[in-house]
């Protein structure tokens, strides 16, 4: 069973530039999150795919913004970084429903500056 | 209240000590819970689902209060490597949020020698 991964493990960028994070889903997930965790905070709900569609959203900008491909395998773009985006991003998969489970990947650490 | 929230902590406590966290939540239709275990830069492991009254694994076990909408985690004769912190989840409110998980602000466990 291959679990979640992420890429890259980490990734400086400057205000105002744009940046995308990959994540392939564990072999028999079909939903994939996103979430962001400040320093010292739990994980924030960014947004969730199914289906290659978006299937919920927490309290974040547009500028925040996803996609889910056939395989599972998901994005996550923000576009004019600011510095408080600087966090640990984190992508879960799961089966859907609000019953499961969800499974992490290591996280891509992002560092604005 | 908040969505859910947990123990401050930290907790510092000796090898072969019983600890216990505490979450309450806010979503009484609720159905389904869980503990996830985070170390340091570290992405989050799930740890327990809690779905009924509770749940017990080994030296960990997780209960369930629907009507206090309280949910515990204890851990009986502590390690040296359950040090780590401690997150409770809830699942999201239905709607905009639909799927996605709530996380704890996390409680931190140091077990000494």
């Given at each position: ?113 | ?61 997780a209960q369930l209060n629907r009507a206090s909408q309280y949910i515990s985690l204890l851990i ?38």
């Amino acid at each position: 069973e291959t679990g979640v991964t992420q890429s890259p493990t980490h990734l400086i960028k400057t205000r105002g530039q744009q940046v995308t994070l990959r994540c392939s889903s564990q072999s028999g997930h079909n939903t994939v999150s996103w979430y962001q965790q400040a320093l010292g905070q739990g994980p924030q709900f960014i947004f969730q795919y199914y289906r290659e569609e978006e299937n919920g959203r927490g309290n974040f900008p547009p500028r925040f913004s996803g996609l889910q491909f056939p395989n599972y395998s998901s994005e996550l773009n923000v576009n004019a970084l600011e510095l408080d985006d600087s966090a640990l991003y984190l992508c879960a998969s799961s089966l859907q429903g609000n019953n499961q489970p969800q499974h992490f990947g290591d996280g891509t650490r992002l560092s604005i500056l | 209240r908040k969505e859910v929230e947990q123990d401050p902590g930290p907790f510092n406590v000796p090898e072969g000590a019983t600890v216990a966290f505490n979450c309450t939540y806010s979503n009484s239709a609720s159905q389904s819970f869980f503990w996830y275990r985070q170390d340091c830069r570290k992405e989050p492991k799930l740890l327990m689902s809690v779905y009924s009254s509770g749940n017990e694994d080994g030296r960990f076990t997780a209960q369930l209060n629907r009507a206090s909408q309280y949910i515990s985690l204890l851990i009986r004769d502590s390690k040296l490597s359950d040090s780590a912190t401690y997150l409770c989840v809830a699942p999201g409110r239905e709607g905009g949020s639909q799927g996605n998980l709530i996380f704890g602000k996390g409680t931190k466990l140091s077990v000494k020698p």
